[in-house]
């Protein structure tokens, strides 16, 4: 380890190395025999509750290509959701974490602090929006951003109500499963849900045909109406929507609510957690929108896959909170931070937010081709390397855009027998998603999107 933990000049990657050769590869049935005895071992275990989109055991991964102990390689459009955003085991993530887990793994920054916690800090208040003072406390995981995003605002405020978005995710925990859209599967059967939660109309342009403004004003009147500002804490808005299906708000929708909010003292919160760390082509995706929020979550992309998550923002509302009151025995681990630290250092070496652009623009291009050939595909959205393309019945794209789930779940079993392996997301399904790691190159999305075209026409 370094003196200093300040940014280093590191040379540019421009010819990446990597470790395993990135292409994909079906050497097995898939799942192959080894992942088909790990998958029985796994049953007799592991909780039924936790659910794997594809029982395929992974032996290694390296850039954009996972590969599995059967020896096949997958072209990942997952990232891990959206976690392995620097690609996977990054020389310079892996190297930092491996040097800080030589150093000290634990002393809890509550009982003796360590600078790398710090400079995260810096890191986040340098790189998140807005140009005032920013403060932030680090977690574990994404939903216990929330958490503490909402216990922030609270007590600043004095309020008690939450309010968050139609579509909208925020995790798995008592209080965020709650926030979700959906209740099935993350809070069918674990009730009773935390009160003084409010889902508000949001802004969802392919079917509500709304202006940012018009839409601005439904959320608004429901806040006012339904919950009354007097009550309301904070406003938990993703700038673009992750598990309900990408959703990119309409032109000015942002800008309107948080305008809203300074004039009612209610605390506005972008929950990044998806959409932060160089996802979309900015550091956070708040910045496509003009958007400034007074407080940030960012959590997976931010370590390499290690886990950390952040709440940040201003100062004067990150401070009101009492001495002990936020924190816990694992948040702001050195390991996860020093790999945090490597994380941004590499966003800058290896002009990722340029890399996340060249993603969305090889990526668009593909699905138009696609789009014009299949009109099952009813809109392609998105930002950087945040896309997906929403599928609707055949027939009814132009006018009543009806989901179209099974051809989702078809198309992306196909994939995965093909060696890609692609997400689904959306309220009803229908949405399939690119979230690769910033390494996926050129060729690998061409080879991808062929795939997908087969997909598609094998329907
Ligand atoms: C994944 C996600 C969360 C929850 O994060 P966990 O680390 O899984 O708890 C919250 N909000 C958004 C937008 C997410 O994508």
């Known amino acids: 380890m370094t003196d200093t933990l300040a940014p280093t000049a590191v040379p540019a990657a421009s010819a990446p190395a990597y470790t395993v050769a990135q292409e994909r590869k079906i050497v097995t049935a898939i799942p192959g025999p080894?992942?088909?005895?790990?998958?029985?071992?796994?049953l007799a275990v592991v909780s039924g509750g936790v659910a794997s989109m594809l029982p395929v055991y992974i032996k290694k991964a390296n850039g954009a290509i996972i590969v599995d102990v059967d020896g096949n390689q997958f072209i990942d459009l997952g990232a891990g959701i959206g976690v392995t955003t620097v690609g996977h085991t990054e020389?310079?993530?892996?190297?930092?974490?491996?040097?800080?887990?030589?150093?000290f793994v634990h002393t809890l920054f509550t009982v003796t602090p360590y600078e790398e916690y710090v400079r995260v800090c810096e890191?986040?208040?340098?790189?998140?929006?807005?140009?005032?003072?920013?403060?932030?406390?680090?977690?574990?995981?994404?939903?216990?951003?929330?958490?503490?995003?909402?216990?922030?605002?609270?007590?600043?405020?004095?309020?008690?109500?939450?309010?968050?978005?139609?579509?909208?995710?925020?995790?798995?925990?008592?209080?965020?499963?709650?926030?979700?859209?959906?209740?099935?599967?993350?809070a069918t059967?674990?009730?009773?849900?935390?009160?003084?939660?409010?889902?508000?109309?949001?802004?969802?342009?392919?079917?509500?045909?709304?202006?940012?403004?018009?839409?601005?004003?439904?959320?608004?009147?429901?806040?006012?109406?339904?919950?009354?500002?007097?009550d309301l804490a904070c406003l938990v808005v993703e700038p673009i929507q992750g598990e309900g299906g990408f959703m990119v708000p309409a032109e000015g929708y942002l800008p309107a609510l948080q305008q809203w909010c300074t004039?009612?003292?209610?605390?506005?919160?972008?929950?990044?957690?998806?959409?932060?760390?160089?996802?979309?082509?900015?550091?956070?995706?708040?910045?496509?929108?003009?958007?400034?929020?007074?407080?940030?979550?960012?959590?997976?992309?931010?370590?390499?896959?290690?886990?950390?998550?952040?709440?940040?923002?201003?100062a004067e509302i990150m401070d009101a909170?009492?001495?002990?009151?936020?924190?816990?025995?694992?948040?702001?681990?050195?390991?996860?931070?020093?790999?945090?630290?490597?994380?941004?250092?590499?966003?800058?070496?290896?002009?990722?937010l340029g890399e996340a652009q060249r993603i969305e623009a090889s990526l668009t291009a593909g699905l138009t081709v696609l789009k014009e050939k299949y009109d099952i595909i009813g809109e392609i959205r998105g930002r950087g390397a945040m896309i997906a393309i929403e599928l609707v019945q055949p027939g009814t794209g132009d006018t009543t855009k009806l989901?179209?789930?099974?051809?989702?779940?078809?198309?992306?079993?196909?994939?995965?027998?093909?060696?890609?392996?692609?997400?689904t997301a959306g309220t009803y399904g229908s949405v399939l998603r690119f979230l690769p790691s910033l390494a996926l190159s050129d060729a690998l999305i061409a080879d991808a999107l062929s795939v997908i075209d087969d997909a598609i026409a094998s329907l």
């Open 34 to 42: 080894l992942s088909t005895e790990l998958h029985r071992r796994r």
């Open 91 to 103: 020389t310079s993530v892996v190297a930092a974490a491996v040097d800080q887990a030589q150093d």
């Open 123 to 186: 890191l986040l208040a340098e790189h998140t929006p807005g140009d005032f003072p920013k403060k932030s406390v680090l977690v574990n995981s994404g939903a216990e951003g929330v958490e503490n995003g909402v216990k922030i605002a609270r007590k600043y405020t004095g309020r008690r109500a939450v309010a968050v978005l139609d579509h909208a995710y925020h995790g798995r925990t008592v209080l965020t499963m709650a926030m979700n859209y959906k209740a099935a599967p993350y």
């Open 189 to 230: 059967g674990y009730g009773p849900l935390a009160s003084d939660v409010y889902h508000a109309p949001s802004s969802y342009p392919y079917h509500d045909g709304l202006s940012g403004a018009d839409a601005a004003a439904r959320t608004i009147g429901y806040l006012e109406k339904v919950i009354g500002a007097a």
């Open 263 to 314: 004039a009612n003292g209610v605390v506005m919160i972008a929950d990044e957690i998806q959409s932060g760390m160089a996802r979309t082509g900015k550091y956070f995706a708040s910045e496509h929108f003009g958007w400034v929020p007074d407080l940030v979550l960012s959590a997976k992309g931010i370590a390499g896959g290690f886990p950390l998550a952040g709440v940040t923002g201003r």
């Open 321 to 352: 909170s009492q001495p002990g009151g936020l924190g816990g025995t694992f948040g702001g681990n050195p390991v996860s931070c020093a790999a945090a630290i490597a994380v941004f250092d590499a966003i800058e070496a290896n002009n990722l």
């Open 403 to 423: 989901p179209n789930a099974a051809a989702v779940s078809a198309i992306s079993a196909y994939a995965s027998q093909h060696g890609v392996l692609l997400l």
